[in-house]
């Protein structure tokens, strides 16, 4: 469910704000420092998360194999977040796995708004990686990167894969839910889906198109 932001306003934020400038993430909306820029320019592949507004709890990934360690894993993390948990820090900017990343000039009061950056243009923060893969900040990867990407791209032959929800596929039902976890208020949501529907969304329905990989992924 996007943030229920007024739509001009995000999307200028995405495609003006936080891409302004000859390298993606200096000195914009979404802004990193250059050390951090360099070590992410560097990675051949990486697993990306984040975490904003000290939402939630930073999970280690379970079963990496050594040579999996190789690829780095970098969480993004908003102030305040690095406020609750600098402490843990270590010298290297790391939490175990995760190599910290802190994102600052943030424009918007909700900082929870701004995961959808780098989850929705993670190839724009790392364009020179040959894959990489996103985790939602509260889940915790059990399997080696490599094992799943062998699994859903390599054996299959695609580009992308996403997983399903394991219960929504409804924008339209999501939007209800959200609203009955209190997550953003009512008002706001029922903006959003009204842009949607003057747009032509309509509820899921079995009828509609969904290319599926068979084993719970859409790509």
Known sequence: MPHPLNVTSWY???????????????NTAFG???????EMRQCQGTVASAIFGNYDIMQQSEKISTFSKDVVCFMFLDEETEAAIKKIIDNTKRIGLWRVVVVHNLPYPDPTAFVKVPKLL???LFPDVRYSLW???KLKLVKDPYQLLERFLWRKNVRFAISRHYRLFDVLEEAEANKAGGKYDNASIDNQIEFYKREGLTHYSSAKFLITSGNGSSR
């Open 122 to 124: 993670l190839h724009r």
């Open 12 to 26: 200028f934020l995405l495609f003006s704000r936080f891409l302004r400038g000859e390298i993606h993430g200096l």
């Open 135 to 137: 985790i939602d900040g």
């Open 32 to 38: 990193l420092e250059e050390a951090d820029l360099y």
